[in-house]
C-alpha cells in the first residue's frame, strides 16, 4: 500500500515546535468527535480505553502496542464537540495533544496537534500519528481501518524532520502561529 493522505508538518513557532496535521471529513462535527471519545469507536482506531473521563483521566492501550500495560490519559480541556486536549505518557515524556474540530459545510475540518520537547524530532512519532490518523479517518467513514504499520515507518520518517530555523517548516510550509 502507498499512503495517500495528507502528510503533517513539523513546524516552529514561539512556543518551540510541532506535529501539526490537517484532516477534512464528509462527516459533521458530531460524528467526528464520537470516533474521538466513545470508547467502542476509539478502540478501533487508537486502542481500548477504560475509566470515566469525568474524572480527568482514562486509562488507554494504544492498538501498536502490543503486550503493554495501561497509561494513564489525562483529559486536560474537553469542549465537546470541538476540542479536545490531553497529555499522554511516553518514553520520551508527556506529550501533549491537541484536537480541533470545526464545521466545514457538512463536513469536519480536523486539527491534530503535538507539542514536541526540543531537540525532540517528529522522525519517529510523525508517522505513527499519521497511520492513527487515517485508522480513525477509516473509522469515521465507517471503512476498513489500516492495519499495516510498515506502510507508515520507516518510509514516512524523512517527512516528519524538524526545520532548520524560525519559520522553515517541513515541505516548505508557512509557519501558522497557533
Not at 103 to 132: C, I, K, M, N
Amino acid at each position: 500500500m502507498t499512503v495517500t493522505t495528507p502528510l503533517g508538518q513539523v513546524l516552529r513557532d514561539d512556543e518551540g515546535m510541532r506535529l501539526e496535521f490537517v484532516r477534512t471529513y464528509d462527516d459533521p462535527v458530531e460524528g467526528v468527535w464520537s470516533a474521538l471519545t466513545e470508547p467502542d469507536r476509539v478502540a478501533r482506531w487508537i486502542g481500548a480505553v477504560s475509566g470515566d473521563p469525568a474524572t480527568g483521566t482514562v486509562e488507554l492501550v494504544m492498538t501498536e502496542d502490543e503486550g503493554s500495560t495501561p497509561e494513564t490519559v489525562t483529559i486536560l480541556e474537553c469542549e465537546p464537540p470541538t476540542r479536545l486536549v490531553v497529555d499522554l505518557p511516553s518514553p520520551d515524556g508527556t506529550w501533549r495533544l491537541s484536537v480541533a474540530l470545526q464545521a466545514q459545510g457538512a463536513g469536519t475540518t480536523l486539527v491534530f496537534t503535538q507539542r514536541l520537547a526540543e531537540p525532540y524530532d517528529a522522525s519517529s512519532v510523525g508517522p505513527g500519528w499519521h497511520y492513527y490518523l487515517d485508522r480513525l479517518g477509516a473509522v469515521v467513514a465507517g471503512l476498513a481501518v489500516p492495519d499495516s504499520w510498515d506502510d507508515y515507518y520507516p518510509s514516512l520518517k524523512d517527512a516528519y524532520a524538524c526545520p532548520a530555523e524560525r519559520g522553515e517548516a517541513q515541505g516548505g510550509a508557512v509557519d501558522r502561529r497557533r
